[in-house]
């Protein structure tokens, strides 16, 4: 049974950093677009980045780049993303999401698989 589980969210102060992690199980991420999307409270959900089987990466939100870096390690079947400098407008609960397809999409509805998320807070 396919399974995606995030992990390292955290309470962190501003200008810290954290390491998430999304592990897959049950089917290989190798031909999978894997995106992170994060949902602030009161606000809708966002697409943050995105790596294609390829290893290709974007970024959707310009307040992200240059401080958060998505890769993957096809070895233990898991995308990380590190995120630097983090401010409280990072504040979100954070969902790693895969699709079947090496393109990768904002589109939250085209990942068919989605992971139970991870709360990160920001804040001194």
């Known amino acids: 049974q396919w399974q995606l589980v995030e992990s390292g969210g955290g309470l962190v102060q501003p200008g810290g950093s954290l390491r998430l992690s999304c592990a897959a199980s049950?089917?290989?991420?190798?031909?999978?677009?894997v995106g992170w999307f994060r949902q602030a409270p009161g606000k809708e959900r966002e697409g943050v980045s995105c790596?294609?089987?390829?290893?290709?990466?974007?970024n959707y939100r310009d307040s992200v780049k240059g401080r958060f870096t998505i890769s993957r390690d096809g070895a233990k079947n898991t995308v990380y993303l590190d995120m630097n400098s983090l401010q409280s407008e990072d504040t979100a609960y954070y969902y790693c999401a895969a699709r079947q397809s090496n393109w990768c999409t904002e589109s939250g509805s085209e990942y068919a698989y989605w992971g139970q998320g991870t709360q990160v807070t920001v804040s001194s």
């Open positions: 790596i294609r089987g390829t290893g290709s990466t974007i």
């Open positions: 049950g089917f290989s991420l190798d031909t999978y677009a």
